[in-house]
């Protein structure tokens, strides 16, 4: 019933930009908290950013450099990622907290910086 789908991930050059979309199907993404978190595995998860209806917040490992935002219209919340580094190379993964249910995620979509 709810899917999250990611995309927009792939190979950049260090100091390039990616913009990640989640478009969602069976749950409104304008009236839930969503977040979208990084992990590799052997790596800790990590919450890179979130978007609620009252407050954008960002880790520190990225702040100044990444934007989250979102389309009521298309569903979609998207995160644009400016002057990255080799250190961001991660699975970024999208999040949506159940409601007295399981937290939904997406598949992933792999983000790797590299020259």
């Known amino acids: 019933q709810v899917q999250l789908v990611e995309s927009g991930g792939g190979l950049v050059q260090p100091g390039g930009s990616l913009r990640l979309s989640c478009a969602a199907s069976?749950?409104?993404?304008?009236?839930?908290?969503v977040g979208w978190y990084r992990q590799t595995p052997g790596k800790e998860r990590e919450l890179v950013a979130s978007?609620?209806?009252?407050?954008?917040t960002y880790s520190d490992s990225v702040k100044g450099r990444f934007s989250i935002s979102r389309d009521n219209v298309e569903n979609t919340v998207y995160l644009q990622m400016n002057s990255l580094k080799p250190e961001d190379t991660d699975v970024y993964y999208c999040?949506?907290?159940?409601?007295?249910?399981?937290?939904?995620w997406g598949q992933g979509t792999q983000v790797t910086v590299s020259s």
């Open positions: 999040n949506v907290p159940g409601r007295g249910t399981s937290p939904y």
């Open positions: 978007i609620t209806r009252g407050s954008i």
């Open positions: 069976g749950i409104i993404l304008s009236i839930n908290t």
